[in-house]
Each structure stands twice: as C-alpha cells, then as structure tokens.
C-alpha cells in the first residue's frame, strides 16, 4: 500500500480513510498481542480497559470531527459514521476470526495473500461507495 498520501483534507479524509483502515487490518493480522488486548476488552470490564477503549474513541472523535463530519455534514456525517464502525469492526472480526479459529470467512482465505486482497480491495470499495454517494448528492 502507498502510504506516500497528500494530507490535502478537501477530500474529507478520503485517503486518509482508506490509508488509516488498510493499516488497522494489516496491523491486527501482525500484532498478536493487540488481538488478544481486543478479545480482552470484548470479555471483561475492567478500568484499564475502558481506558483503552476510551482513548481509542477520542482519536476518532477528533478525525470525524475535524475532517469527515464537516465534509458530510448532518445526518450524513452520521451515516458515515456508522458505515465506518461496520467497516472497522469487520476488519477487526475478520483478523481476530481467523487469527484464532478458521482460515475461511464467507469462503475467503484469510490466510492467503489473494483473500487478504480481496477484503483489502472491498474495504476500500465500501469506503469510495461512502464517498461518492456524498459527491453524487451535490
């Protein structure tokens, strides 16, 4: 993936989404210790890992409020809102899913390279879908 991404947030954080959810997804894969800390916040309620939680929120409040809410606007900031939880819990289900049980999802290797890029290259279709119903609007 090319991380090499013009910070020009005109776009509304177009590529910026994309950049940020392609590395969460490849980074869950690689990181053992994260899958387990996210399994751990899924299991229990503990303080520290309402923390966790907590804090993750606040980096994302302050890129929706800041680049895509103003982008969108109303209530398509939220939808958008809401098409982003669905795609990052997914990645992360996806990851946490065959890192610990299967290789398959909906018949998709995971453990492959070629079923990696096949949900790569979904994530970023959903996240242009998202996008161009905005553009399509105006």
């Not at 910070?7 to 899958?35: A, R, W």
């Not at 996806?94 to 453990?111: E, H, P, Q």
């Amino acid at each position: 993936m090319n991380q090499d991404v013009d910070m020009d947030f005109s776009d509304g954080g177009h590529e910026l989404t994309k950049m940020v959810v392609l590395n969460q997804f490849e980074n869950l894969k690689k990181n053992k210790e994260l899958q387990k800390i996210i399994l751990w916040e899924l299991s229990e309620s503990k303080p520290i890992l309402k923390k966790l939680v907590e804090q993750r929120e606040e980096v994302g409040e302050v890129l929706f409020g800041n680049i895509s809410d103003p982008y969108f606007g109303g209530d398509m900031a939220k939808r958008h809102r809401a098409i982003m939880a669905l795609i990052v819990s997914g990645a992360y289900y996806l990851n946490l899913y065959t890192g610990y049980n299967a290789n398959k999802f909906c018949g998709i290797d995971l453990k492959t390279e070629d079923g990696r890029k096949e949900i790569e290259e979904a994530i970023v279709e959903l996240i242009d879908f998202a996008y161009n119903k905005k553009r399509n609007k105006n």
